[in-house]
């Protein structure tokens, strides 16, 4: 729907909302001590439920986003067709999502092996990935709607322009990413910390992290373009590496990182290895077929929710949606621009 702000606002208030209950629960306040330790996962629960309760109630109950694209509760739209597309789409996200977390919790468990200041490098490491993660992820989220939007449009060309600009984009933040890290590489990790051995063992891997990431960033791109492939056997790559190169052989941290550096090797490798492949104008094709198959259903969802409030339906577009019925028209004001039908 290309709303963003909703999200924004609530996850800078977030921020905000997990430092100061974190430091609240922590060390208290006024004559209160504070929960100590078990204050900072506490605090972790209160953040981690503030958002969703916060974008529900801004975006759906105060300023009603949802209606510009979703009817309402019927038990007509539950069926066995959208719940296989669903499947297909989000089947391989989660895979691909869970998979990645496993192989970090298992390089976890090998950093153990191998000490507590390991450990802690590890961690200071870990927090700057998932920063930058989301950085990356918020172009591989822009092209994948993009390109989904494109497609869905039977228009293949842009999907493929759309692709080719986010690659350019990722590309400039790396470059302006490793300039920054390399110039600035301690002062960086002294965000962290102050401790001087544990920033030495941190600069040991930097340079493997920086070439990590920059796979990294390709890999989210490619992953969001593509949507649904999964890279369910990178973890095989990521934690014999990892384990091997770590306690078998003694290289220690650097190791870790290098097994965290081939696993996003293998995923660009695979990702640009379909995409040099893909048929963009193939690929259009198939999504207006699979949209343009369902009419029938669309109709008798239409059909039900106007008789539920006695309304006359209308005969749906070529390219069904619900956003045009006889019942969205009547949600919305006169004034109200409605959203152009897909196609």
Request: proline share 5%; charged share 10%; net charge positive.
């Given at each position: 729907?290309?709303?963003?702000?909703?999200t924004?606002?609530?996850?800078?208030?977030?921020?905000?909302?997990?430092?100061g209950s974190?430091?609240?629960?922590?060390?208290?306040?006024?004559?209160?001590?504070g929960?100590?330790?078990?204050?900072?996962?506490?605090a972790?629960?209160?953040?981690?439920?503030?958002?969703?309760?916060?974008?529900?109630?801004?975006?759906?109950?105060y300023?009603?986003?949802?209606?510009?694209?979703w009817?309402?509760?019927?038990?007509?739209a539950?069926?066995l067709?959208?719940?296989?597309?669903y499947l297909?789409?989000?089947?391989?996200?989660?895979?691909?999502?869970?998979?990645?977390?496993?192989?970090?919790?298992?390089?976890?468990?090998?950093?153990?092996?191998?000490?507590?200041?390991?450990?802690?490098?590890?961690?200071?490491?870990?927090?700057?990935?998932?920063?930058?993660?989301?950085?990356?992820?918020?172009?591989?989220?822009?092209?994948?709607?993009?390109?989904?939007?494109?497609?869905?449009?039977?228009?293949?060309?842009?999907?493929?322009?759309?692709?080719?600009?986010?690659?350019?984009?990722?590309?400039?933040?790396v470059?302006?990413?490793?300039?920054?890290?390399?110039?600035?590489?301690?002062?960086?990790?002294?965000?962290?910390?102050?401790?001087?051995?544990?920033?030495?063992?941190?600069?040991?891997?930097?340079?493997?992290?920086?070439?990590?990431c920059?796979?990294?960033?390709?890999?989210?791109?490619?992953?969001?373009?593509?949507?649904?492939?999964?890279?369910?056997?990178?973890?095989?790559?990521?934690?014999?590496?990892?384990?091997?190169?770590?306690?078998?052989?003694?290289?220690?941290?650097?190791a870790?990182?290098?097994?965290?550096?081939?696993?996003?090797?293998?995923?660009?490798?695979?990702?640009?290895?379909?995409?040099?492949?893909?048929?963009?104008?193939?690929?259009?094709e198939?999504?207006?077929?699979?949209?343009?198959?369902?009419?029938e259903?669309?109709?008798?969802?239409?059909?039900?929710?106007?008789?539920?409030?006695?309304i006359?339906?209308?005969?749906?577009?070529?390219?069904?949606?619900?956003?045009?019925?006889?019942?969205?028209?009547?949600?919305?004001?006169?004034?109200?621009?409605?959203?152009?039908?897909?196609?």
């Amino acid at each position: 729907m290309g709303i963003l702000l909703p999200t924004t606002v609530v996850g800078v208030v977030s921020i905000f909302v997990a430092t100061g209950s974190n430091y609240v629960l922590i060390y208290g306040i006024g004559s209160w001590n504070g929960l100590g330790f078990t204050g900072s996962p506490t605090a972790t629960v209160l953040a981690s439920w503030f958002q969703p309760i916060a974008l529900f109630s801004f975006a759906i109950l105060y300023k009603h986003h949802h209606r510009r694209a979703w009817y309402g509760w019927n038990i007509h739209a539950l069926t066995l067709n959208r719940l296989r597309s669903y499947l297909r789409v989000a089947g391989p996200i989660s895979s691909n999502s869970f998979v990645s977390n496993l192989a970090s919790a298992l390089v976890a468990l090998v950093a153990a092996r191998l000490g507590a200041r390991i450990i802690a490098a590890n961690a200071v490491i870990s927090s700057l990935w998932g920063l930058l993660w989301a950085l990356f992820w918020g172009y591989g989220c822009a092209t994948q709607a993009r390109v989904a939007n494109y497609l869905g449009a039977g228009k293949p060309d842009l999907a493929r322009r759309i692709t080719g600009l986010g690659f350019i984009c990722t590309m400039v933040v790396v470059v302006l990413i490793a300039a920054a890290t390399s110039l600035m590489d301690q002062h960086i990790i002294a965000l962290y910390t102050t401790d001087t051995d544990l920033l030495t063992t941190c600069k040991l891997v930097l340079p493997i992290f920086v070439v990590a990431c920059a796979f990294e960033a390709v890999e989210i791109l490619g992953a969001g373009a593509l949507t649904g492939m999964s890279a369910i056997a990178t973890w095989f790559i990521n934690l014999p590496v990892a384990y091997i190169g770590g306690i078998t052989l003694g290289y220690g941290f650097p190791a870790l990182w290098v097994g965290v550096l081939s696993m996003e090797f293998f995923k660009v490798s695979s990702y640009t290895l379909v995409l040099a492949h893909v048929r963009w104008s193939d690929v259009a094709e198939r999504v207006k077929a699979a949209v343009e198959a369902a009419p029938e259903m669309e109709q008798s969802t239409a059909q039900f929710v106007a008789a539920a409030a006695d309304i006359q339906p209308i005969t749906p577009p070529t390219t069904p949606t619900l956003m045009a019925s006889a019942l969205e028209r009547n949600r919305h004001l006169p004034n109200e621009v409605l959203p152009a039908p897909f196609g």
